[in-house]
């Protein structure tokens, strides 16, 4: 059963910094694309980032391009957002995906962007 | 981009009685393999997403099979043949055919 849990979540200032953490367990995680999503309050979806498994490579959605990188690390299963610069409007919850076509899901950690 | 385009954005329905959504992308999604790839996904109130059909008509593991994916090219929809309590929710399409990924803006069925 795939399993995805976020972590990492929490309350922070514009302009700062924060980083989420997505562990995955229950498929061969190497061979996966792996995609952040996120979701405002009362909002839609929003996808953010990808990570090709067998390449590497990356892709940002204009929003969060230059100010939020994603990586991984396939000897612990696990994928990463590190988010700087952070404003107002990247408050949300922000899902970690399997895959592309986002085939699973975790929970979400929620990001709050505030004074 | 490609913008997804949903409609209606709020279905009111009553238990039983079958429902329908319709999605259109602004640019084909079939890609260079040959497939289409139109996902639809489901989002019950206070729950993670979770994917029901995936290039255009399969559904996942575990999905009812009351609900019905079809379409082509940049016309797709997301069919409830019998409504039922727990089907409510969001339900957003969403194009993997081209970078960057996008969704449909949502629509939100309740029961009448």
């Known amino acids: 059963e795939v399993q995805l849990v976020e972590s990492g979540g929490g309350l922070v200032q514009p302009g700062g910094s924060l980083r989420l953490s997505c562990a995955a367990s229950?498929?061969?995680?190497?061979?996966?694309?792996m995609t952040w999503v996120r979701q405002a309050p009362g909002k839609g979806l929003e996808w953010i980032s990808s990570i090709v498994g067998s390449s590497g490579a990356i892709y940002y959605a204009d929003s969060v391009q230059g100010r939020f990188t994603i990586s991984r690390d396939n000897a612990k299963d696990s994928v990463y957002l590190q988010m700087n610069s952070l404003r107002d409007e990247d408050t949300a919850v922000y899902y970690c995906a399997r895959g592309g076509g986002m085939d699973g899901w975790g929970q979400g950690a929620l990001v709050t962007v505030s004074t | 981009d490609v913008v997804m385009t949903q409609s209606p954005l709020s279905l009111p329905v009553t238990l039983g009685q079958p429902a329908s959504i319709s999605c259109r992308s602004s640019q084909s999604l079939v890609y260079s393999d040959g497939n289409t790839y139109l996902n639809w996904f489901q989002q019950r109130p206070g729950q993670s997403p979770r994917r029901l059909i995936y290039k255009v008509s399969n559904r996942d593991s575990g999905v009812p099979d009351r609900f019905s994916g079809s379409g082509s090219g940049t016309d797709f929809t997301l069919k409830i043949s019998r409504v039922e309590a727990e089907d409510v929710g969001v339900y957003y399409c969403m194009q993997a055919a081209h970078w960057p990924r996008t969704f449909g803006q949502g629509t939100k069925v309740e029961i009448k």
């Open positions: 229950g498929f061969t995680f190497r061979t996966y694309t």
